[in-house]
Nanobody, 121 residues
Framework: QVQLVESGGGVVQTGGSLRLSCAAS????????MAWYRQAPGKERDLVAR???????TYPDSVKGRFTISRDKAKKTVYLQMNSLTPEDTAVYYC???????????????WGPGIQVTVSS
């Protein structure tokens, strides 16, 4: 079994910062891309940040310059540093990873259960 578990969410005021973490555990041979997505009520799940195994990062314009994704490969953990938060950033944030469980399997997508981030005005 493979699990992704997010932590670090909560309530913060406008202009504040939060740091999300997501740790992967279980039977894992290697992890390729890792990412953060978010879903606000009544909206689709959107990409927030993505990082490849070569540490190449991608951000949508909505968070570029405010959010930073990073990873610790030894700890199988991805982080999302969120600065200058606004109420529009309020959403459930989901961790994502492309994981290879063994050399006899193929890479598969895994999701964390999600964690709430609320930015108050």
């Amino acid at each position: 079994q493979v699990q992704l578990v997010e932590s670090g969410g909560g309530v913060v005021q406008t202009g504040g910062s939060l740091r999300l973490s997501c740790a992967a555990s279980g039977s894992i041979f290697s992890i390729n891309d890792m990412a953060w997505y978010r879903q606000a009520p009544g909206k689709e799940r959107d990409l927030v940040a993505r990082i490849t195994s070569a540490d190449i990062t991608t951000y949508p314009d909505s968070v570029k310059g405010r959010f930073t994704i990073s990873r610790d490969k030894a700890k199988k953990t991805v982080y999302l540093q969120m600065n200058s938060l606004t109420p529009e950033d309020t959403a459930v944030y989901y961790c994502y990873a492309d994981i290879l469980r063994s050399l006899s399997t193929t890479i598969a997508p895994y999701w964390g259960p999600g964690i709430q981030v609320t930015v108050s005005s």
